[in-house]
């Protein structure tokens, strides 16, 4: 979210709010929603449940965006500055899909305007907390179902940008690019002190603040065990981009959170672009965490020439 309720980040920190287990049959999409062609905007049956899915514009590859902790895909319609959002300015030039986690919340309206209030995502809720797989499964079959084209420019942002990583090693013959936006480096697990640690994991279990909804969940060890022991990621065009200002926070955890996180954020960056051989790094420096809607210019740019690439 945009209004802090978690910390997780690239160095310079999250900042996000709030298929089952296994792989989940696919089934036939909702008769109104189908991604292969024309614009979408509606759910999608997969496993017995109903996700929310928005694609639009056309053109190769399709730009797959997978929002941070807590976000809906209405993170990728909003923008604090230089205008339009990146949702609607990538769609100029390529197909682009997002859709909502189950236990994502919503900010935005369609123009980007904020809510006065953090509303429910918009796709079915399963059981918290779940894994990096069951997640990766389901954004699969939510894109064979509906029909999405590839090939894939897998697009992250925060910890989505593990799962998106994990997507594209797990489904390499569908994936021909990907983009990192202030992804949280799994060197964090090993170099920050204990008790940062503790308060980076905690985040990923955000306490819900609407009542009857269930923020999602997630295990960082988890997380980072599972992309461990996945297949390396086969060659591909691939950017790691990363926010040069920290993000604004109140709450003393979060503050506690960054100054810490600040004293290894160069180490755990420079290691995790060393696990992906040929990787470009982009350090936007008039940026916070949220890369994509502080300087959309600067993100759209980086996208666009990964797309170029493949």
């Avoid at 609407?210 to 060659?235: M, N, R, V, W």
């Amino acid at each position: 979210m945009l209004v802090v309720a978690a910390l997780v980040s690239g160095g310079a920190a999250a900042c996000s709010s709030p298929p089952p287990s296994g792989a989940g049959a696919t089934t036939a999409a909702t008769t109104t929603v189908s991604a292969a062609s024309g614009e979408v905007a509606g759910k999608v049956t997969v496993g017995g449940r109903q996700l929310y899915l928005e694609c639009h514009g056309s053109g190769s590859p399709t730009i797959l965006l997978q929002s941070g902790y807590g976000n809906g895909g209405d993170i990728w319609s909003a923008a604090a500055a230089h205008p339009p959002a990146v949702a609607k300015a990538l769609a100029a030039t390529n197909r682009v899909c997002v859709y909502d986690r189950p236990g994502s919340t919503l900010q935005v309206d369609s123009n980007g305007t904020p809510l006065a209030t953090i509303q429910p995502g918009r796709s079915d809720q399963v059981s918290m907390p779940r894994t990096s797989t069951s997640l990766v499964t389901e954004w699969h079959d939510l894109l064979a179902t509906a029909g999405v084209p590839g090939p894939y420019l897998l697009v992250g942002h925060s910890i989505g940008g593990l799962f998106a990583l994990l997507y594209a090693r797990t489904y390499p013959d569908q994936v021909a690019g990907l983009v990192t936006v202030d992804a949280t480096p799994p060197a964090f697990a090993r170099l920050l002190k204990p008790s940062t640690q503790a308060l980076l994991k905690a985040s990923l279990k955000a306490p819900s603040s609407i009542t009857g909804y269930a923020f999602e969940q997630y295990d960082l060890d988890e997380i980072l065990a599972t992309l461990s022991a996945a297949p390396a990621l086969k060659a591909m065009p691939t950017t790691l981009m990363f926010a040069g200002l920290p993000q604004q926070v109140s709450d003393p955890a979060a503050q506690e959170f960054l100054k810490d996180a600040a004293l290894v954020q160069d180490q755990a960056r420079a290691d995790f672009a060393a696990s992906l051989p040929g990787a470009t790094t982009v350090t936007v420096p008039d940026a916070t965490h949220y890369i994509h809607v502080d300087r959309r210019d600067t993100f759209t740019a980086a996208v666009h020439a990964v797309a170029a690439k493949t």
